[in-house]
């Protein structure tokens, strides 16, 4: 069974860094492109940024270029989304999401999410 | 990269057919059939249902499909069920090489 697990969320100040993780199993991680998409409170959702399935290449929002950036591990199955200078605006479920069909362009498992509040 | 556009809500009765709009530009759907939909329940993760316009992913009713036309896509619900209320994210791909999504569409089953 697919499984995505999401940790590291919690209440950073305005300015702030954290890294979220995700953990995967169930397929073959490294075979698969993955993404990150959140969702602020009672909003649509926003795609964040994705890695390619050898981490070669990643692409951002252009509202989190130069503040995130996004890794992984594929000898460990983990997904790590490192975020810088994080404003109220970050506020939001982040889900980690696998690439369907060997794309990026849509995603068929997620985690269930993890609530990321910047807040003073 | 704005979002694309979805109407607020929509509602339709059991066994009814709806239809959820979703607008972007020339550069996002209009440029490319990488248009995907996405159902979600209250406090659940979001569920693909609808991919490169108008395929299913395996095990998803045919009550739903999909269609393109210009720079507007459109999620079609047949047969409506009281499970099918839930919020349906339209996204595309961009030229920017990065994912939209619009703002959801509330469907309520009267």
Not at chain 2, 26 to 53: C, E, M, R
């Amino acid at each position: 069974e697919v499984q995505l697990l999401e940790s590291g969320g919690g209440l950073v100040q305005p300015g702030g860094s954290l890294r979220l993780s995700c953990g995967a199993s169930g397929f073959t991680f490294k075979t698969y492109h993955m993404s990150w998409v959140r969702q602020a409170p009672g909003k649509g959702l926003e795609w964040v940024s994705c890695i390619t399935d050898d981490g070669g290449k990643t692409y951002y929002a252009d509202s989190v270029k130069g503040r995130f950036t996004l890794s992984r591990d594929n000898s460990k199955n983990t997904l790590s989304l490192e975020m810088n200078s994080l404003r109220p605006e970050d506020t939001a479920v982040y889900f980690c999401a696998r690439g369907h069909s060997g794309t990026f362009l849509n995603f068929d498992y997620w985690g269930q999410g993890i609530l990321l509040t910047v807040s003073s | 990269q704005s979002a694309l556009t979805q109407p607020a809500s929509v509602s339709g009765s059991p066994g009814q057919s709806i239809t959820i709009s979703c607008t972007g530009t020339s550069s996002d759907i209009g440029a490319y059939n990488y248009v995907s939909w996405y159902q979600q329940h209250p406090g659940t993760a979001p569920k693909l249902i609808i991919y490169n316009v108008s395929d299913r992913p395996s095990g998803v009713s045919n009550r739903f499909s999909g269609s393109k036309s210009g720079n507007t896509a459109s999620l079609i619900i047949s047969g409506l069920r009281a499970e099918d209320e839930a919020e349906y994210h339209c996204s595309s791909f961009t030229a920017s090489i990065t994912l939209v999504f619009g703002g959801g569409t509330k469907l309520t089953v009267l």
